[in-house]
Antibody
Framework: QVQLQESGPGLVKPSETLSLTCAVSGGSISSDNWWSWVRQPPGKGLEWIGEIFHSGSTTYNPSLKSRVTISIDKSKNQLFLRLTSVTAADTAVYYC??????????WGQGALVTVSS | EIVLTQSPGTLSLSPGERATLSCRASQSVTNNYFAWYQQKPGQAPRLLIYAVSSRATGVPDRFSGSGSGTDFTLTINTLEPEDFAVYYCQHYGDSPLYTFGQGTKLEIK
């Protein structure tokens, strides 16, 4: 079974860039599969951020597209999230997930990122 | 963009009862790319149902999904104590690819 583990700074200052890493184990990131990032503000619902294929092809949520970059390192079996110009509204638990049948099958445990000065 | 509205916001039931959770789409869903997730406090969401009615691996058969068009339902027969959680519906569509409902909290009465 695929396992995912998010990591990165838990605190980011306003206007700076949020950067997270998702380590994939139990499967290859080069498999015929897409990989997503999803976030959840404290006490609120889920918001899909975007996805990437091992070829590097990406699709983003239009609401975040201007600030988001998702990338992949096949040699390390990792994917990355970069979100620029963050504000307090970007405070959330960020999850990486592997895509299933038009759904999100496996999830990491999540990484809380707080935007605050 | 399809907007998903879940009802009720909170559902209070007792173990052994049946839960019926609703998810209404703002426009008719033309594909069957509809899923349900369970989330417990401090945990990541867990995929329960995909393609409207297919159970994910390891999901007990007391969970079932149904629906078409704009109305979709998650039914949990004979509630177990571990079923009390927040449930989210999700649609896969055009843009954004994945949209979620706001969630229904299933609490113990």
């Amino acid at each position: 079974q695929v396992q995912l583990q998010e990591s990165g700074p838990g605190l980011v200052k306003p206007s700076e860039t949020l950067s997270l890493t998702c380590a994939v184990s139990g499967g290859s990131i080069s498999s015929d599969n897409w990989w997503s990032w999803v976030r959840q503000p404290p006490g609120k619902g889920l918001e899909w951020i975007g996805e990437i294929f091992h070829s590097g092809s990406t699709t983003y949520n239009p609401s975040l597209k201007s600030r988001v970059t998702i990338s992949i390192d096949k040699s390390k079996n990792q994917l990355f999230l970069r979100l620029t110009s963050v504000t307090a509204a970007d405070t959330a638990v960020y999850y990486c997930a592997s895509n299933g049948h038009y759904s999100l099958l496996y999830w990491g445990q999540g990484a809380l990122v707080t935007v605050s000065s | 963009e399809i907007v998903l509205t879940q009802s009720p916001g909170t559902l209070s039931l007792s173990p052994g009862e049946r839960a019926t959770l609703s998810c209404r789409a703002s426009q008719s869903v033309t594909n069957n790319y509809f899923a349900w997730y369970q989330q417990k406090p401090g945990q990541a969401p867990r995929l329960l149902i995909y393609a409207v009615s297919s159970r994910a691996t390891g999901v007990p058969d007391r969970f079932s999904g149904s629906g078409s068009g704009t109305d979709f339902t998650l039914t949990i027969n004979t509630l177990e104590p571990e079923d009390f959680a927040v449930y989210y519906c999700q649609h896969y569509g055009d843009s954004p690819l994945y949209t979620f409902g706001q969630g229904t909290k299933l609490e113990i009465k």
